[in-house]
């Protein structure tokens, strides 16, 4: 008997970084079943779609990839061998049986919520003919806990899970529908894998959840901590050099949290803090729980504790009801704030939320043209904070190689992309660049000896 060849995995990801931290622990799970990742789908014994739900077609993008899929496996049948497909993520969470009925060749649906069970999942295909296996409930066990420890190839930066799944129902958004209810995982679960990533390497570390500043999780003495809390604990592993969060939302800043930003060093003068609108009327409408004021008091307490806070913020336009001047009070807002980056989406109707089937839909082509006006106006003020830098000499973390040789691309503090000339070797490094270039979206400089301002 000739020795096995091992199993390859690839996995394709969509959406947002909670889905790619979900990959990555998916491929954790599998690798002790004997996968290593595939390049392409084309060399895969299973494919596995890890897809997002956010915005419009991103099921149709999903239908498409899988017809790609099908006629992958019926060549790799008619070869004798055999392709499982998976699909997981919030399009499968929304779409579960529905998915198996259009896409019957499809082996394995499952959730954000019952990824832990893959192996399960695999070992009954194995022996299914040919019926899908469907599992998108939301388990009474914590995933977490089921899970292997992340494997130690953490890059310079690393994402970390600490808090899942929303309460907030605001009117347009899908997420407290496919990841579920929040939760936040128990602290010393926390400190462990950031323990284990920062020894393998890791130097900064993202910390995730989809309100990620609702985090109410149990201390190591079982006791409740906060945001602040275990920023606070996290900042003592040595070898850790930086923290950061996303996504937050506005409602959910105490005052530990923000001293957080005044104490801690290591807490990176960054933070991403999403409105949607600066108009009252359609907050409201948004259930968003919050106006445009308290927005503004909250940044104002932020950058009091952090005075270089840099911000960033998504906006949606032509939210049902959104009239001219609501527009206007966001493009005020948007001027007002000064952001260092922002993202800015047309409101798509997702199905089942409570938006999407109110009256007052805005016409596509004048959610078209409030975009563009709100992107040239956020690309300005992109541009004017990233001029700033220029002639300035800033920490930045060497992350991975750029596209030209020789070259390696970090990020500074402000979580700006910074391009620099250096040697692949100093990868992990946090080194003095003085910006001499800034681009679209990055900035470029060169090394200097200078001690870090
Ligand atoms: N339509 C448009 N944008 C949306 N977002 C979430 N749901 C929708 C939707 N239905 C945007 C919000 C959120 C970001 C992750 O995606 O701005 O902050
Ligand atoms: Fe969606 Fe609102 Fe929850 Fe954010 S806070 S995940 S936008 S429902």
């Given at each position: 008997m000739g020795r096995e060849l091992p199993k390859r995995v690839f996995i394709k990801t969509y959406g947002c970084q909670m889905n790619v931290y979900d990959s990555s622990r998916m491929a954790d799970l599998l690798s002790p079943l004997g996968y290593r990742s595939a390049q392409a789908p084309e060399g895969a014994d299973l494919v596995i779609l890890n897809t997002?739900?956010?915005?419009?077609?991103a099921a149709e993008k999903v239908f498409s990839e899988l017809g790609q899929l099908k006629r992958l496996k019926e060549t790799k049948g008619k070869r004798g061998g055999r392709m499982l497909i998976a699909v997981g993520g919030c399009v499968a969470q929304a779409e579960g049986a529905e998915l198996l009925a259009r896409?019957?060749?499809?082996d394995i649906v499952f959730g954000p919520q019952t990824y832990h069970r893959l192996p399960e999942f695999l070992a009954r295909a194995a022996r299914a003919c040919g019926e899908g296996i469907l599992d998108t409930s939301f388990p009474p066990e914590a995933k977490f806990d089921h899970l292997?420890?992340?494997?130690?190839?953490?890059?310079a930066s690393a994402f970390l899970s600490v808090q899942e799944g929303c309460?907030?129902?605001?009117?347009?958004?899908v997420v407290p529908y496919t990841r579920g209810a929040e939760f936040s995982r128990p602290a010393a679960q926390i400190l462990a894998e950031a323990r284990r990533l920062a020894a393998a390497g890791a130097r900064e570390i993202m910390l995730l959840g989809q309100?990620?500043?609702a985090y109410h999780g149990a201390s190591p003495e079982g006791a409740k901590w906060g945001l602040g809390d275990l920023l606070r604990a996290l900042s003592?592993?040595?070898?850790?050099?930086r923290l950061r969060y996303t996504?937050?939302?506005?409602?959910?800043?105490d005052d530990s949290l923000i001293a957080a930003h005044r104490d801690?060093?290591?807490?990176?003068?960054?933070l991403h803090l999403p409105?949607?609108?600066?108009?009252d009327r359609v907050l409201a409408f948004m259930n968003r729980q919050h106006t445009a004021d308290d927005y503004r008091r909250i940044v104002e307490r932020l950058r009091k504790a952090r005075p270089d806070l840099a911000l960033s913020s998504d906006f949606i336009v032509g939210?049902?009801?959104?009239?001219e001047e609501d527009f206007a009070a966001t493009l005020a807002l948007v001027r007002e704030i000064g952001f260092a980056q922002a993202f800015s989406f047309k409101y798509s109707p997702r199905p089942?939320?409570?938006?999407?089937?109110?009256?007052g839909q805005v016409p596509e082509s004048q959610k078209a043209e409030r975009l563009l006006v709100l992107q040239r106006l956020i690309s300005d003020e992109e541009r004017r904070f990233n001029e700033g830098f220029l002639g300035r000499v800033v920490p930045v973390l060497l992350e991975k190689a750029g596209r030209r040789s020789g070259q390696l691309v970090g990020k500074s503090p402000y979580f700006q992309s910074v391009h620099v000339m250096a040697?692949?070797?100093?990868?992990?490094e946090i080194v003095p660049v003085l910006i001499r270039e800034v681009g679209l979206s990055s900035l470029g400089g060169v090394r200097v000896e200078a001690a870090l301002a």
């Open positions: 997002c739900h956010i915005r419009e077609k896409a019957p060749f499809v292997p420890d992340a494997r130690a190839d953490a890059g309460d907030k129902f605001c009117t347009f958004c309100n990620v500043n003592e592993i040595p070898g850790l050099l996504t937050s939302h506005p409602r959910d800043f801690l060093p290591k807490l990176m003068p960054q409105v949607q609108s600066g108009a939210f049902p009801g959104e009239r089942g939320t409570p938006a999407a089937a109110v009256p040697e692949s070797g100093k990868k992990g």
